[in-house]
């Protein structure tokens, strides 16, 4: 199994050469100033982190799983001291307001922290991972005195959160819930049902699990409009902040799963359990999308860390592995064969790999220096920021994450019939990475969102406001000859995807099936454009830096090349979409229902 290298060169690359990280920092109002030091110290020590004590826990973790028991769950061996070590060393409140105990740092440098930590040991990570939109969701709805019995343990690591949100039988239509809340005379609430395919709900890492369940009062309305959101913790907190008894909330199972064997899926039971409204009454749909949102940009992060897992194990193979002779002759003449990174083929998919990883973190990390303006900016960059992360946050969830498991598939390819077995870990990031087009909200019903919502149910205008960035931009490098192709095949492409919406839009005002059957070729074709742009970008920047002879030139190179790569062999991918969009619904929807199988 390769061992797991911290891309600390891309990272810096995307941060300062292509983002200008310094003049985004010190744009912003944020408590804490972020020296480029700092940041370095940041990603240093997560590096050595990440390398050293969660990537060899890896592939052992997920030989040896989790361990269910009427008395709880054990996680594998070496998990619960990594999170001991993770605690001590200050990383769970790396990004949380000073206020409320954390160091007060943009959301950007956890996410810098969360990608190392994910591409080591995606299984480990979902341990801490949700505690922090927990903590965002209760400090922007809880009640004083929730923030002062929960944040804080929160914050320290000491506890930490989940959301529990489905139900075996409504999925992802939580509108469907059973689950019942009803009201006990010293305010709080008692919490009965069974909540499914909850991430970290059950272990023994901290020593309470505070969870965020969905649930329904006495006379709420059906659906959507008549949830409420409650704390549940598995242990009664007492007024000084101490542990209180054993809450009636137990873990019935935990999932057999196809990956992230070593992340406990957990059915809960809550049996009676004592819980406290947070928010207000039957709108606890909309609190609740305080941790979804953050959860889904989490989730895209999971398609560049199992991508990224996958390109360094590829490229490392490919360079060693002996097979055949190039076409063009002996590469190798002293050696038996040429390393199988000569071969056009195998060229294709390393290529086809590097641009969708390194594109996709150009991506993310942009789409998260947006949630640093909308934290910390003035007026108008959190106006913008708002805008765009509106629109683009179900296209990082879901474009991301399908690229993510296309790098993860083509690392096993790379690897032929040695990639099929465990010993090079490389089907295991097939097996963790599967998932990530699935929870959060899967790639259809990002679509949906995206097409319905953020697109036509704004008019269109979200979409202006990202493409005039866009334009403006492509307009700026009109004259730059090293980029004109570039430029004007992201013109063309600009143009039609305006046009294509408009036919979208049309089709749905005669019938709304339009719409679906089009939307996942819709965000897909946007995913495409959107790294087309970031592309273009890193181009044009590393093109500069040649000129001029600054910095790591076979790096600078390397980005012109695989930018150059992404426009001759990966953007043409839009055309099929687009001609599948103008196709329409007609075909998707004509055959009946009871006719899909007639074996």
Request: aromatic letters at 8%; glycine letters at 10%.
């Amino acid at each position: 199994m390769s061992a797991y290298k911290a891309p600390l060169n891309d990272m810096q690359f995307t941060l300062h050469d292509l983002l200008d990280s310094d003049a985004h920092y010190a744009s912003l109002n944020s408590p804490e100033s972020l020296t480029p030091d700092l940041l370095k110290a940041v990603l240093d020590n997560m590096a050595q982190f990440s390398e050293e004590v969660l990537a060899p826990l890896n592939q052992s973790g997920d030989d040896e799983g989790c361990e269910w028991s009427p008395e709880g769950v054990t996680t594998p061996a070496g998990f619960k001291e990594a999170y001991t070590q993770y605690v001590e060393g200050g990383w769970p409140g790396l990004a949380v307001d000073s206020a409320i105990g954390g160091q007060g740092l943009p959301p950007s440098i956890g996410f810098y922290a969360d990608e190392m930590v994910g591409t080591s040991n995606w299984s480990w990570s979902m341990y801490p991972g949700l505690s922090r939109a927990s903590v965002r969701l209760i400090s922007e709805d809880g009640t004083d005195e929730q923030k002062r019995l929960y944040l804080g343990k929160i914050v320290e690591g000491t506890w930490t959160g989940t959301m529990c949100l489905t139900e075996a039988h409504c999925g992802s239509d939580v509108g469907l819930l059973k689950t019942k809340a009803a009201p006990n005379t010293d305010g709080s609430y008692s919490i009965t049902g069974t909540k499914i395919f909850i991430s970290a709900g059950e272990h023994d890492m901290a020593e309470n699990i505070i969870h965020l369940v969905l649930a329904r009062l006495p006379g709420a309305p059906d659906g959507t409009k008549g949830i409420s959101l409650f704390i549940v913790p598995k242990f009664d907190v007492n007024e000084d902040g101490s542990l209180g008894e054993r809450n009636a909330v137990q873990c019935g199972s935990i999932e057999k799963k196809m990956g992230i064997n070593a992340s406990v899926t957990a059915v809960l039971n809550f049996d009676g359990a004592r819980g406290y409204l947070i928010g207000k009454e039957n709108e606890g749909i909309n609190s609740m999308f305080i941790m979804m949102n953050a959860a889904r940009v989490g989730t895209a992060m999971q398609g560049l860390c199992m991508g990224e897992a996958a390109l360094q194990s590829s490229v490392e193979y490919a360079q060693e592995r002996l097979q055949m002779r190039a076409l063009t002759g002996p590469k190798n003449p002293d050696g038996p064969a040429d390393p199988i990174i000569v071969h056009p083929d195998v060229r294709r998919m390393l290529l086809t790999q590097k641009s969708l990883v390194e594109g996709s973190r150009a991506f993310l990390y942009w789409l998260i220096m947006q949630v640093d303006k909308d934290s910390y900016g003035d007026e108008e960059q959190r106006s913008d920021a708002d805008i765009a992360l509106a629109l683009l946050t179900p296209v990082a969830k879901a474009f991301v994450t399908e690229v993510g498991l296309e790098s993860a598939n083509l690392g096993l390819q790379c690897f032929g019939g040695h990639g099929y077995i465990k010993e090079h870990g490389v089907e295991q990031i097939v097996r963790d990475a599967r998932i990530a087009t699935v929870y959060e909200g899967t790639t259809g019903i990002q679509a949906l969102d995206f097409i319905g919502r953020k697109v036509l149910g704004t008019g269109g205008e979200s979409l202006k406001s990202f493409t005039r960035v866009v334009n403006k931009y492509c307009k700026s490098q009109q004259d730059n000859a090293g980029v004109a192709d570039m430029v004007t095949r992201l013109q063309e492409l600009l143009e039609e995807w305006g046009e294509l919406t408009m036919v979208i839009g049309a089709g749905a005002m005669e019938n709304p099936d339009e719409a679906g059957a089009a939307s996942v070729d819709y965000l897909m074709y946007s995913g495409y454009i959107v790294l087309a742009w970031f592309w273009l970008q890193m181009a044009e920047v590393s093109q500069r830096k040649l000129a001029a002879g600054e910095g790591d030139a076979r790096l600078y190179t390397a980005k012109v090349q695989t930018a150059q790569f992404y426009f001759d062999r990966v953007l043409p991918r839009t055309l099929s979409h687009a001609a599948s969009i103008r196709a329409g619904a007609a075909s998707t929807m004509a055959m009946e229902a009871e006719n899909f199988y007639l074996g």
